[in-house]
């Protein structure tokens, strides 16, 4: 009961920080920071939030393709601006699952759906932790080792579950006392197809490779489209430093005491960026930015994608 109720506050604890730093930043110094920004750097930061989120789709679209689900990109690209959207709005981006309920039209069951989601999620997670011990290694000068161990003990431990779960026997042998004494009779005919529709047509280890391939991509890609945003508003660090700095603030973006990372991200960027000298305000304008071109304006376009999804099936469901 206690832990239910906490969950419930958990998310705020982040927005609480994001007002405290509002109210210990000058904010006249960020709109000046804002009002000042080099608007020609928006010829390149709008096309490569735009090839991100192409990339975005992309990923989760070759997984899809392999497991059989055929749905054209197009549609894949809508799914994933209103799954966005439901993530944007939740702790740790967990409700970026609905793209599972979205895919569900294309494969009649959740399951496929669930596992398409969860290896995008893993590739997704281990590309980033990846990325995090590279850059932790060339500056741990700066930050000891302990970002290098627990980025390391992290990988290692969803690779290892990775092992564990990729094979259906062994995650059944794992979960039959669940299934047998915690699933209703009711549901356990449900729970078990859904099981077996999770692991049907899961991709081979050598394609699941590639998409980790691209996930390194897109994340840099996402860094140095923040890169040219901080440009934008003076912050003149060579582009490694946001390329080490910014995964870090990534990851802790995740720890789900806020709605989408909002506080914890900008709290550890300004403690990082701080390091080299770089003002609280030109670093929280810069989270700013990347918040509106990155995640604001897509959520608009998913508003709108949602709505008209939502008339559309009412509709289908009136013909029926």
């Known amino acids: 009961m206690i832990w239910k109720r906490l ?17 210990k930043l000058d904010l006249a110094k960020v709109g000046e920071e804002l009002k000042n920004i080099n608007f020609l750097f928006l010829v390149i930061i709008i096309p490569l939030v735009v090839l991100s989120l192409f990339i975005q789709t992309l990923k989760w679209f070759l997984i899809a393709r392999k497991q059989k689900i ?3 990109f197009r ?8 799954s966005n959207f439901y993530g944007f709005i939740t702790p740790s981006r967990i409700g970026t699952i609905t793209r599972a309920n979205y895919l569900k039209r294309y494969t009649n069951n959740v399951g496929k759906g669930t596992s398409n989601f969860v290896l ?18 060339v ?8 970002l290098l161990i627990w980025s390391t003990i992290l990988l290692g431990v969803i690779f290892l579950f990775t092992i564990i779960f990729m094979k259906k026997e062994r995650t059944r042998a794992l979960l039959k006392v669940i ?10 005919e449900k729970v078990r197809l859904t099981f077996e529709s999770f692991y049907e047509d899961i991709p081979k280890k050598r394609f699941l490779l590639g998409i980790f391939a691209v996930n390194l991509f897109n994340w840099l890609l996402l860094y140095i489209t923040t890169y040219f945003m901080g440009l934008s508003i003076g912050i003149d660090l060579p582009i490694i430093y946001f390329l080490a700095l910014l995964p870090i603030g990534t990851i802790v973006a995740q720890i ?11 709290v550890t960027l300004i403690s990082l960026f701080g390091f080299f000298g770089v003002a609280a305000t030109k670093v929280f304008s810069m989270s ?9 304006i897509p959520s608009v376009i998913a508003i709108i994608l949602i709505q008209l999804d939502a008339k559309s099936l009412k509709r289908l469901q009136a013909e029926k």
């Open 288 to 296: 700013l930015l990347s918040l509106f071109f990155s995640t604001i």
């Open 179 to 188: 299934y047998i004494k915690f699933i209703p009779k009711t549901l356990k």
């Open 120 to 137: 995008d999620k893993v590739l997704d997670l281990s590309s980033l932790f990846f990325i995090t011990i590279i850059f932790g290694f």
């Open 7 to 23: 969950k419930k506050f958990l998310p705020i604890i982040g927005v609480g920080i994001f007002i405290y730093i509002l109210l």
């Open 139 to 146: 500056f741990r000068d700066k930050f000891g080792d302990m």
């Open 70 to 72: 055929n749905i054209p």
């Open 75 to 82: 549609e894949a690209v809508k799914i994933n601006l209103m």
């Open 256 to 266: 789900p005491i806020s709605i989408n990372g909002l506080g914890t991200r900008e």
